[in-house]
């Protein structure tokens, strides 16, 4: 069989040239004849930084295997942030969650078993799921059956390289959330020496497979591979791995966090894993006293903290809190799990509102440090929000504004379309509104990673809040690398205005130039004024055109049709009496002709978190018409 694969593969060479693109081909044919995918053989050590490859060949390499090591006995109990111990009861029968998935197991989970999502797959590699059982008081896994676990499952996969379980970014998630699981319940014990080994030889693994590609092909995994090697080296107490991480940090972050504190892959939930990622670097650099990165790491924290303040909403109604889920939701951990982390013990030590206020009902991640001591405010005072407030970040393209009961997000990439590899959808030009901290028009997220009509849909311009014309997005989000920059990108122009207590925010773009035939021009405003939020969209051209708008509801709310033509009342807003939405059209050209029109209230979804999907409503404007259109969409409430 080796010796097929060996065949197959100098095939594909001889056919494409360029190995990365000839080993995808491979694994794409074997993946169709129901065999293994094979990973990791397309690493190529040439395009690591000139930084990180010299060090790599210089002091990586020469330091195979470790001569000697010695598992750092950290002083808990004088530590600043310890971690807890939860004192629950474990079953052998119990259950864990994988992205989206919940599965039963007796005593040891079964590593092969076939699911339906390659995410969930990997996630049962990953072991996040052991640090989700700690942060909660049933099904708890001490230590001892945790080893248990882990020792079962290096028996059973840790030959199989060739197999999911073996991505880098998985094998990078193994290490970290081992010894995350190791300091909050081990203080005692000693790993096993086939556990040592497993991580010695992990460590080495992801250093010998980092996740670079090409240099506008960074993202967020590099990081995750350098927290793990920063993990083991602080964990076996190796210099040089802290400090093989520490320079792909640093290279890594100078392009992937803006210099305001944004991740610059365009969603809200990878925003708050990666600074998850950080905290812990900080955390275990403060654990080890390594002063120099623990500077590093907290300059950082101060910049991308803030950011995840910027994101959060507080619903009145239910007294907690919830982000906008704007662009990818990981499937790492639900964004439930996260939400508190600005609350936690390491977050407010580094960056703290002059107002806290009372933190989330879940407390997730933060429950595995030593909770902090907040005093707490009058959330309706905090910083987070404001009657009358906005907040722009015009480099990483977020806005933000806190009017009246009105909470509206807009999320605007330059060039209308990421210029790094993203977990952003086609979003420039929608919004996410919410109302007295509920759900109002929202972005519905995405299901899951998948390529096909339901994985896919989250990306599409018709799952925002979001014009389409032909049935065509503003923007190519789909395999875009495929096409040249001047095709696919679009001029970009955001605008923003307070006229006494009114608000302005405009944003115009030329996505729809590359419709054939016509030279579209998109312009959409919004005019806040008291219980009114007016939103008009100007599409200017010559030919006629189909024009689309969808708005998308949360679940549990409701439109019905009123006995006005074009108009909606809104049923479900707690503490309004009524709401109404209507649309007005006008054509502003020689003819003014409309040929067609229809208004829909469509069945559709709300994704939660990965692999979870919830019935909505959306409505749906659509005419055929002769360009230009004026169209205007009035929200009133009482």
């Known amino acids: 069989m080796n010796q097929i694969k060996k065949e197959l593969i100098n095939f594909f060479f001889t056919i494409f040239k360029e190995p990365d693109l000839a080993l995808k081909t491979f694994a794409f044919f074997l993946d169709k004849l129901g065999a293994k995918k094979i990973y990791n053989l397309s690493k190529k050590r040439d395009i690591y930084p000139d930084e990180v490859k010299k060090y790599y060949y210089n002091t990586i390499l020469e330091s195979k295997p470790f001569l000697s090591y010695s598992i750092r006995k950290l002083n808990l109990q004088m530590f600043e942030y310890d971690f807890i111990v939860t004192d629950c009861i474990h079953s052998n029968q119990a259950t864990i969650t994988l992205a989206g998935k919940d599965i039963e197991y007796n005593d040891i989970p079964d590593w092969h078993q076939r699911l339906n999502d390659i995410e969930q797959t990997t996630a049962l590699h990953r072991w996040n799921w052991l640090l989700f059982k700690l942060t909660e008081c049933h099904d708890f896994i001490p230590y001892t059956n945790g080893e248990k676990i882990i020792t079962d499952w290096i028996i059973k996969m840790d030959s199989d390289k060739i197999c999911r379980a073996f991505e880098t970014y998985t094998a990078a998630e193994r290490i970290c959330n081992f010894i995350l699981f190791f300091y909050k319940t081990g203080r005692n014990a000693a790993p096993s020496d086939l556990i040592i080994a497993n991580l010695i030889d992990t460590t080495y693994y992801v250093s010998d497979n980092l996740e670079y ?97 910027f994101f959060l909403v507080y619903n009145r109604i239910e007294n907690d809190w919830r982000i906008p889920l704007i662009g990818d939701v990981s499937p790492d951990s639900p964004p439930s799990w996260l939400i508190s982390l600005p609350w936690s013990k390491p977050a407010l030590d580094i960056y703290s509102l002059h107002r806290i206020p009372v933190k989330p009902k879940n407390s997730g991640w933060s429950a595995l440090f030593e909770p902090a001591f907040v005093n707490v405010k009058d959330t309706a005072n905090s910083e987070v929000f404001g009657n009358e407030s906005f907040k722009h970040f015009h480099e990483s393209g977020w806005y933000r504004l806190d009017l009246h009961s009105l909470t509206v997000f807009w999320h605007v990439e330059q060039k209308g379309i990421p210029l790094f590899p993203s977990h952003g959808h086609c979003d420039t030009g929608s919004f996410v509104l919410f109302f007295d901290g509920e759900y109002l028009f929202t972005d519905p997220g995405r299901y899951n990673y998948y390529e096909d009509k339901v994985g896919f849909y989250g990306v599409t311009g018709q799952a925002h809040n979001q014009v389409i014309i032909d049935g065509l997005d503003p923007f190519l989000y789909y395999k875009n690398d495929r096409y040249p920059f001047f095709y696919k990108e679009s001029e970009v122009t955001c605008f923003h205005e307070w006229r006494g207590m009114d608000f302005f925010f405009k944003i115009t773009h030329s996505g729809f130039t590359r419709i054939s035939g016509d030279k579209i021009k998109f312009e959409r405003s919004f005019h806040i004024r008291n219980s009114r939020l007016v939103i008009k969209d100007r599409i200017n051209g010559n030919k006629k055109h189909k024009v689309t708008t969808y708005f998308h509801l949360p679940p549990g709310l409701k439109a019905e049709n009123t006995d006005m033509e074009r108009a909606f009342k809104i049923i479900g807003i707690k503490g309004v009496t009524s709401m109404e939405f209507n649309m007005k059209s006008s054509s502003h050209n020689s003819t003014g002709v409309l040929y067609n029109e229809s208004i829909d209230i469509m069945n559709d979804f709300f994704f939660p978190a990965y692999g979870k999907k919830v019935n909505a409503k959306t409505l749906r404007f659509e005419m055929v018409v002769q360009l230009p259109i004026s169209n205007s969409y009035t929200l009133e409430w009482e």
């Open 213 to 309: 590609f090409s240099e506008d092909r960074i993202n967020n995994h590099i990081l995750n591979n350098a927290r793990s090697l920063f993990f083991s080296g602080v964990f076996f107490n190796q210099s040089s791995f802290i400090d093989f991480a520490g320079k792909i940090i640093k290279n890594a972050s100078e392009t992937l966090i803006t210099k305001e504190g944004f991740l610059r892959e365009g969603s809200t939930h990878y925003h708050f894993l990666v600074t998850r990622w950080f905290l812990e670097l900080y955390v275990f650099s403060v654990k080890a006293e390594i002063m120099n990165f623990m500077e590093y790491f907290k300059s950082l924290l101060k910049k991308m903290l803030p950011a995840c303040w």
